[in-house]
């Protein structure tokens, strides 16, 4: 791969619903809430997958209550799946398939998490120290990901989060570094609504913050590490999200923005947000 090349704009890594046989609308389940207006259970075909595994609703599934499946991503995982680990045969195909296939697929969505985050720290020049050991973690997992469902399915994926996780860490150190001034260090705290409009969070550490319903309007929020932080509902009116690192298209999509956010060029402003 070209030095210039993005690894997190990679394909692989990026959800192509065209070449999956609809996995996230039948391996997984969910309730009837305020993200779900029925329950459904593992394995079971959502009533709105067609026979050509696409959504009949796609375009309207915020206004039928299904705001869950908005903030999903499957990073890649549902054609890895679909296309090579079962060969392009579908679990309609070969019905005695399906289970294993349903299995699998939340063990690659997790595996494609990986790869995505460390293909976004191997985008950050200034984590080049640990670009090696980060390009071997990748290599890893990414041919992890192409074995067979047996050897899949004995994957232990919190092992691996437990290798990775100090590698991203250290390259949110390095790229948070050139930030001038004290950096707020918010690891894993308990912010859901709390009040944090216009506040000063460059280059933060936000990683596996509760930020629920929080008011984060206004707020700068350049550079901060958003690994892992629960933006469910977060106000994000106005925010300043360039550079954010490890920020994902779901987290953008289960919170809440406006035309004045600012977005990182490397995700899309969620269509449900305000004009």
């Known amino acids: 791969m070209s030095e210039r090349t993005s690894y997190a704009a990679q394909p692989d890594l990026q959800a192509d619903c065209g070449n999956c046989f609809g996995l996230c609308c039948v391996a997984l389940p969910f309730s009837r809430s305020s993200d779900f207006p029925v329950d459904k259970s593992a394995g079971t075909p959502c009533g709105n997958l067609q026979e050509d595994f696409r959504c009949g609703i796609h375009q309207r599934l915020r206004d039928q209550g299904y705001n869950g499946c908005t903030v999903f991503d499957c990073f890649g995982a549902g054609q890895k799946v679909s296309q090579v680990t079962f060969k392009g045969v579908s679990w309609r195909e070969e019905p005695d398939s399906a289970r294993a296939m349903y299995e699998v697929f939340p063990v690659v969505r997790q595996l494609h998490e990986l790869l995505k985050y460390i293909a976004q720290a191997l985008d950050l020049p200034a984590?080049?120290?640990?670009?090696?050991?980060?390009?071997?973690?990748?290599?890893?997992?990414?041919?992890?990901?192409?074995?067979?469902?047996?050897?899949?399915?004995?994957?232990?994926?919190?092992?691996?989060?437990?290798?990775?996780?100090?590698?991203?860490?250290?390259?949110?150190?390095?790229?948070?570094?050139?930030?001038?001034?004290?950096?707020?260090?918010?690891?894993?705290?308990?912010?859901?609504?709390?009040?944090?409009?216009?506040?000063?969070?460059?280059?933060?550490?936000?990683?596996?913050?509760?930020?629920?319903?929080?008011?984060?309007?206004?707020?700068?929020?350049?550079?901060?590490?958003?690994?892992?932080?629960?933006?469910?509902?977060?106000?994000?009116?106005?925010?300043?999200?360039?550079?954010?690192?490890?920020?994902?298209?779901p987290q953008l999509n289960a919170a809440r923005g406006d035309a004045r956010t600012k977005v990182p060029q490397t995700l899309e402003r969620p269509p449900h947000w305000a004009d």
């Open 127 to 249: 984590a080049g120290p640990v670009h090696g050991d980060l390009r071997r973690a990748y290599e890893r997992l990414d041919a992890l990901t192409r074995d067979t469902a047996e050897m899949l399915l004995a994957v232990d994926v919190d092992a691996l989060r437990g290798e990775v996780n100090p590698l991203l860490l250290r390259a949110s150190e390095l790229a948070r570094a050139a930030v001038p001034g004290r950096r707020k260090n918010h690891r894993g705290a308990h912010l859901m609504g709390s009040r944090l409009r216009g506040a000063k969070l460059r280059g933060a550490s936000l990683r596996g913050a509760l930020l629920i319903a929080a008011d984060l309007s206004g707020a700068d929020l350049r550079d901060a590490d958003l690994i892992g932080a629960d933006m469910r509902d977060t106000d994000l009116c106005g925010a300043d999200l360039r550079g954010a690192l490890f920020l994902t298209q």
